[in-house]
């Protein structure tokens, strides 16, 4: 593996701490909507920055870093909460990283909403396999649209983000 | 430099109709496949493993409790006029029990804590037709 550099280093810590700070903050946070899997994936508004700020390398190494911090902070560590959240966060990093190389590319907003559905679909693809039953695909539609309004919003907090961090050349 | 002007891209539709378009499919397989009126029979597994079958009956005035064991301790299910729930769960979040009553074929309540998964199947006059697909 290259050696990092000191920027990229500072870069990563910086990253992942807000990304962890996010994860536990929404673990905190009651669910409002009794229905598993809901929620507004704070964590993944830092996913999302970076891969347009940032390398894949890099962004991969922030996701996996605060999977691994927040599970040990929130107690959950190695448990059946920590898997889910493990392959939601893969599978929407995956997705929306693919997304940036189509030919077209969608906008901020497009790659958080696509992103989101892709983190409930790996939640419920792991949870299936976990429960061992295929059935549990009947809260797919639920989770599909919910994605909808969850990653509009990570999405618009997103591009605001971005228009005010990218002119401090952080790159 | 990132610099994003537009708020929204082209391909952004794309990803909104493919999303809505996947969920009322998903939603509405499964609810036009099911009856309400058959008797259903509910099948109770902890880890794959089937646990327990009971026949759910429309005239069954009377609550029936049962207790399961799951893997974070007991589940308390009750039955009642063709309807079955999760009346008492150990886990934290309460989604099975939140779930409440369900009655038709193809209906799932599930607590992943507990590795439980009651699921709703043809009734006892089932003629052999599956008719719930996934």
Not at chain 1, 88 to 95: F, K, P, Q, S, Y
Not at chain 1, 123 to 130: G, I, K, P, T
Not at chain 2, 2 to 19: E, G, P, S, Y
Request: hydrophobic residues 55%; proline residues 4%; charged residues 15%.
């Amino acid at each position: 593996m290259k050696s990092k550099t000191t920027r990229q280093i500072a870069i990563i810590g910086l990253f992942t701490a807000m990304a962890v700070a996010l994860h536990i903050a929404e673990a905190l946070l009651p669910n409002p909507v009794a229905v598993p899997g809901v929620k507004l994936g704070l964590a993944n508004l830092i996913t999302l920055i970076m891969l347009f700020m940032y390398p894949f390398s890099w962004t991969l190494e922030v996701v996996l870093l605060r999977v691994v911090i927040g599970g040990l902070l929130t107690g959950l560590f190695f448990s059946w909460a920590f898997l889910l959240s493990l392959a939601g966060a893969l599978t929407a990093l995956v997705v929306m990283a693919a997304l940036r190389k189509l030919p077209r590319p969608p906008s901020v907003i497009g790659v958080s909403v696509a992103g989101a559905a892709a983190h409930n679909i790996g939640q419920l693809a792991v949870a299936s396999l976990m429960v061992q039953q295929q059935v549990l695909l009947f809260y797919l539609p639920i989770l599909l649209v919910s994605a909808i309004p969850t990653g509009l919003l990570i999405g618009v907090a997103a591009k605001f983000l971005l228009d005010r961090i990218s002119p401090l050349g952080l790159q | 430099m990132v610099k994003i002007k537009k708020w929204f891209h082209r391909t952004d539709v794309w990803i909104f109709a493919v999303l809505l378009f996947a969920a009322l499919l998903l939603w509405l397989v499964p609810h036009l496949a099911t009856e309400s009126t058959k008797q259903a029979t509910a099948e109770i597994y902890v880890d794959k493993e089937l646990v327990e079958t009971i026949v759910l009956d429309l005239e069954q005035n009377q609550a029936q409790q049962y207790t399961v064991k799951g893997a974070i301790g007991d589940v308390t299910i009750e039955t009642k006029d063709g309807q079955i729930r999760i009346k008492e769960a150990p886990c934290n979040d309460q989604i099975c029990v939140h779930t409440s009553w369900i009655k038709n074929q193809g209906q799932v309540i599930v607590c992943i804590p507990s590795h439980l998964l009651i699921q709703l199947k043809n009734g006892a006059d089932d003629d052999g037709t599956d008719t719930t697909v996934y």
